[in-house]
């Protein structure tokens, strides 16, 4: 109890909050007026502890920070972090127990209720972001410049009030600091990528519209369709939306924040991982991107989606219509073997290969309907030791009597044997061709590096490229370059030097 008015007092004496400024930045005002010299003295003196990360944008001390602010917790959460941009791809249960989360300080949990590590893209920006004109009005009107909510939203570069370059600052775990006071500022043009996308997230982060995820996909699939980017089916023009994407959004996607997003990158998910599963959570940055290039602003986006659109032919949309069609097939013949029929059957129904259905049961374990001439559970179990020690497959098909295809089936419905089998395989060879080094050394004591490598070429060359370290602390020592006997080229530019003379 003693502890809890302990932390109260201490809380007593927090600066009162500005308009739209980070928990950090309150944090950072306590600092300097208090005068503490370290970032830990000035943790202990507020919370009793120094063990958090204060640059993260999910704090887990924004429940003291609230209280000591005279806020609730939700009012503090929407004026003083960036969580708000979140909320509007979030069902309202889902919303709620975030903050429910935050609010027991779990901030770590909140990170993984959101998916931030699947999205792979930075859970945190790594530098802190100001406005210089934004910092010379704030000195101007409160006497000091401070850290914003809305220059710190995920992929903004520029200040979407004033239209110029934000100011980035490296985030320092073991300091507390405040934006650099330069007052020089550059700006960016009203039509540029950057600009855009900046107003976007603004508008997206003061919203407090609640996007519900049928009705939001359902927008994004009408919206689509008038660019015809949907095909008769229904189906998503992939490439052809790819490359719209990457057109109307620029430069954008040569930003770091936005690299992993390039719809033309060569490992790029990205839109079609929006469209995999209604219930997914996706970073906001990856919805404002199609949001963006669909409607052009949050607001005409927000109209197209209260609108509840549907074509004149008054057909439904569904998200099935984005996902690639050999799902649906692999459902139907996923669905025959479950019932015991045989692989023909089941290809027949769903318009696959009986090898692609093979695969199909063999990667479920799914027992088929085979003729006498299958392979047995006791030899599959022996083919999958034999595979897992290196055996290969020409010498199993002909030792169980089997096709090599039947046996590279085995292998496909494993495909966790395969890099093993490639490490094997390296394994092997690494001793094979030192083997025939060392024998070759053995049996010809006298012989150069030269003579060694004509000897064994294949084996020299191998080491050379994989095994190099080894290969030379092996070889005779090197001939001095001036006791080696002359060669070809050499002999020939004599000659010519002697006619020379």
């Known amino acids: 109890m003693g502890k809890s008015n302990a932390s109260n007092s201490r809380l007593t004496f927090f600066p009162s909050p500005l308009p739209d400024e980070t928990a950090y930045s309150l944090v950072n005002r306590f600092y300097e007026r208090s005068g503490m010299f370290s970032i830990c003295s000035t943790l202990d003196l507020l919370f009793g502890r120094h063990s958090m990360q204060v640059s993260s944008d999910f704090l887990s001390i924004m429940p003291e920070l609230s209280k000591a602010c005279g806020l609730s917790f939700i009012e503090f959460v929407r004026s003083h972090s960036i969580i708000p941009f979140f909320e509007p791809f979030l069902s309202s249960s889902e919303y709620q127990q ?92 009203l039509n540029s990528a950057e600009y855009l996308y900046a107003v976007l997230a603004t508008d997206c982060f003061a919203s407090s519209h609640a996007l519900e995820h049928k009705q939001l996909y359902q927008t994004y699939l009408y919206l689509l369709e008038k660019k015809n980017l949907l095909t008769e089916a229904g189906r998503i023009r992939e490439q052809a939306l790819k490359k719209a994407l990457s057109k109307y959004w620029g430069g954008l996607f040569s930003r770091q924040s936005f690299e992993r997003l390039n719809p033309l990158g060569k490992e790029s998910r990205f839109p079609e991982c929006l469209f995999h599963s209604e219930s997914a959570h996706h970073h ?5 991107l199609l949001i963006g290039f669909l409607s ?63 695969c199909l049961a063999e990667s479920k374990d799914i027992d088929i309907a085979i003729r006498p001439k299958k392979i047995y559970e006791v030899e599959r179990r022996a083919i999958i030791r034999k595979l897992m020690i290196g055996a290969s497959t020409r010498s199993l098909a002909k030792k169980f009597r089997v096709s090599i295809g039947a046996i590279e ?62 290969l030379y602390g092996n070889l005779p020592p090197e001939i001095p370059r001036a006791k080696r006997p002359p060669t070809a080229m050499h002999l020939k530019s004599r000659r010519k030097k002697t006619r020379e003379i």
């Open 409 to 470: 089936l085995i292998l496909r419905s494993h495909p966790e044997l395969i890099p093993l089998r490639h490490k094997i395989r390296f394994f092997n060879s690494v001793r094979k061709h030192r083997s025939t080094l060392t024998n070759t050394l053995a049996a010809n004591p006298t012989y150069c590096r030269n003579e060694i490598k004509k000897a064994i070429p294949s084996s020299y060359t191998w080491l050379f490229k994989h095994d190099k370290k080894w």
């Open 98 to 189: 975030l903050l429910g989360t935050l609010e027991q300080g779990q901030s770590s949990k909140a990170i993984a209720e959101l998916s931030l590590l699947a999205n792979r893209l930075d859970i945190s920006d790594p530098n802190f972001k100001s406005c210089p004109s934004c910092m010379e009005e704030d000195k101007e009107e409160y006497g000091i410049p401070y850290w914003h909510c809305i220059h710190q939203l995920p992929g903004i570069s520029c200040c979407p009030k004033h239209a110029v370059r934000l100011i980035e600052t490296n985030k320092c775990r073991n300091k507390l600091i405040s934006p650099k006071e330069i007052y020089h500022s550059v700006p960016v043009s």
């Open 296 to 358: 052009g602003s949050w607001s005409n986006f927000i109209g197209a989606f209260s609108q509840q659109p549907q074509l004149e032919s008054q057909r439904e949309y569904t998200l099935t219509m984005a996902i690639d069609p050999l799902r649906d097939k692999k459902r139907v013949a996923h669905n025959a073997l479950r019932k015991g029929k045989s692989l023909t059957s089941a290809a027949e129904e769903s318009g696959l290969s009986v090898t692609t259905v093979r």
């Open 284 to 288: 906001p940055m990856k919805h404002l």
